[in-house]
């Protein structure tokens, strides 16, 4: 089966840092761009940040810029959100999605990781 | 990036049709044929179920369907059903500014 499980999500301090992971299989990981998306709960959806197969094209959205990174490790089939200087308005359940190989859409969905930042 | 505009709330009886639009601006779902439709219900993860403006994945149903005039874009959904209620995003590409992704605030359907 195709899968995305996410994982890394905690509380943190605000000004502090904190790793998320994708886990991918079913399917050939190097191949897909993927994202990550993030959900104030009882909110709505707000993209975070994309990166293309093989890591040499990113984007951020503005509201992390500068203080997120996102990266990925091919061979161990993991996507990261590496978050760091936290903010209580980062506060969210994060997922991470799949492009779709050949249509612009987010296609295969995680279960989201719940990120809480606070002191 | 700037959301796109989506109606709270939407609500209709079993059988009926809604439509839910989303509007955005020529940086993204009036530049682009790349809107996206997104179905949560409560405790779950999104689903696609429309991608490139009408275009339904195989195993979504025909009741659900896409369209797109100028910048702004629509999704239908016909002959509701109990289980369609549940939170709808759009989503579209954007070059508004860093070129990435926006989505919608999101819509409740209710199925009175």
């Known amino acids: 089966d195709v899968q995305l499980v996410e994982s890394g999500g905690g509380l943190v301090q605000p000004g502090g840092s904190l790793r998320l992971s994708c886990a991918a299989s079913?399917?050939?990981?190097?191949?897909?761009?993927m994202h990550w998306v993030r959900q104030v709960p009882g909110k709505g959806l707000v993209w975070v940040a994309r990166?293309?197969?093989?890591?040499?094209?990113?984007s951020y959205a503005d509201s992390v810029k500068g203080r997120f990174i996102i990266s990925r490790d091919n061979s161990k089939n993991t996507l990261y959100l590496q978050m760091n200087s936290l903010r209580a308005e980062d506060t969210a359940v994060y997922y991470c999605a799949r492009r779709h190989y050949h249509f612009y859409s987010m296609d295969v969905w995680g279960q989201g990781t719940t990120v809480t930042v606070s002191s | 990036q700037s959301a796109l505009t989506q109606p709270a709330s939407v609500s209709g009886s079993p059988g009926q049709s809604i439509t839910i639009s989303c509007t955005g601006t020529t940086s993204d779902i009036g530049g682009y044929n790349y809107v996206s439709w997104y179905q949560q219900h409560p405790g779950e993860a999104p689903r696609l179920i429309i991608y490139?403006?009408?275009n339904r994945p195989s195993e979504v149903s025909d009741r659900f369907s896409g369209s797109k005039s100028g910048n702004t874009a629509s999704l239908t959904i016909s002959g509701l059903r109990p289980e369609d209620e549940a939170d709808y995003y759009c989503?579209?590409?954007?070059?508004?500014?860093?070129?990435?992704?926006?989505f919608g605030g999101g819509t409740k359907l209710t199925v009175l």
């Open positions: 990166m293309n197969d093989d890591g040499s094209r990113i």
């Open positions: 490139e403006v009408n």
């Open positions: 989503s579209s590409y954007t070059t508004a500014t860093t070129p990435g992704d926006v």
């Open positions: 079913g399917f050939t990981f190097s191949d897909y761009w």
